[in-house]
T-cell receptor, first 112, second 115 residues
Framework: DAKTTQPPSMDCAEGRAANLPCNHSTISGNEYVYWYRQIHSQGPQYIIHGLKNNETNEMASLIITEDRKSSTLILPHATLRDTAVYYCIVRVFHNAGNMLTFGGGTRLMVKP | DAGVIQSPRHEVTEMGQEVTLRCKPISGHNSLFWYRQTMMRGLELLIYFNNNVPIDDSGMPEDRFSAKMPNASFSTLKIQPSEPRDSAVYFC?????????????FGEGSRLTVL
């Protein structure tokens, strides 16, 4: 699996967009980009994933650069409840189940 | 749906004792994962089952750790004998297979303290 690099921490003002970057310069053509987050004392929670195209769901948007070497997770209007550790993971999709390896992630602090 | 259910939520035990952690995956999910989380090492994958069969146990730390999945609705992670360095939060997750949602559903974890 390709290695990912994320800043260890970021701050964001409540109500503003939070843009979380992830570098995955060694990504291969069949590897997907997954984002998860972990709110304190809870299990990780899936946010979004994508291969090439930008993706959006009710939680966030995922912007993947054309060369696929980096991506950005966007929380359009961050709230205090979005304070969490955000993990970017790159992985080939396996029909028999996705074994995901979590790195250090980015600790996002949303401030009032 | 009740989600992934783990028990116990908290366990405090003494070194040398046997510990059994339990997990009930979401009904219909074919894959089950056990993770361990510590401050020092972060989230580590211990073992992964598909259709009740262990597929990859390369993350299991040593022979003191064992995991079973006797049926599609139940899995256990056993530590015998336990040691203080096993203190961690243990998460169980499940996912449906054959669908590229990329989504693992995690339980709330079992916090283990070994004295």
């Amino acid at each position: 699996d390709a290695k990912t690099t994320q800043p260890p921490s970021m701050d964001c003002a409540e109500g503003r967009a939070a843009n979380l970057p992830c570098n995955h310069s060694t990504i291969s053509g069949n590897e997907y980009v997954y984002w998860y987050r972990q709110i304190h004392s809870q299990g990780p929670q899936y946010i979004i994933h994508g291969l090439k195209n930008n993706e959006t769901n009710e939680m966030a948007s995922l912007i993947i650069t054309e060369d696929r070497k980096s991506s950005t997770l966007i929380l359009p209007h961050a709230t205090l409840r979005d304070t969490a550790v955000y993990y970017c993971i790159v992985r080939v999709f396996h029909n028999a189940g996705n074994m995901l390896t979590f790195g250090g992630g980015t600790r996002l602090m949303v401030k009032p | 749906d009740a989600g992934v259910i783990q028990s116990p939520r908290h366990e405090v035990t003494e070194m040398g004792q046997e510990v059994t952690l339990r997990c009930k995956p979401i009904s219909g999910h074919n894959s089950l994962f056990w993770y361990r989380q510590t401050m020092m090492r972060g989230l580590e994958l211990l073992i992964y089952f598909n259709n009740n069969v262990p597929i990859d146990d390369s993350g299991m730390p040593e022979d003191r750790f064992s995991a079973k999945m006797p049926n599609a609705s139940f899995s256990t992670l056993k530590i015998q004998p336990s040691e203080p360095r096993d203190s961690a939060v243990y998460f169980c997750a499940s996912s449906p297979t054959g669908m590229n949602t990329g989504e693992l559903f995690f339980g709330e974890g079992s916090r283990l303290t070994v004295l």
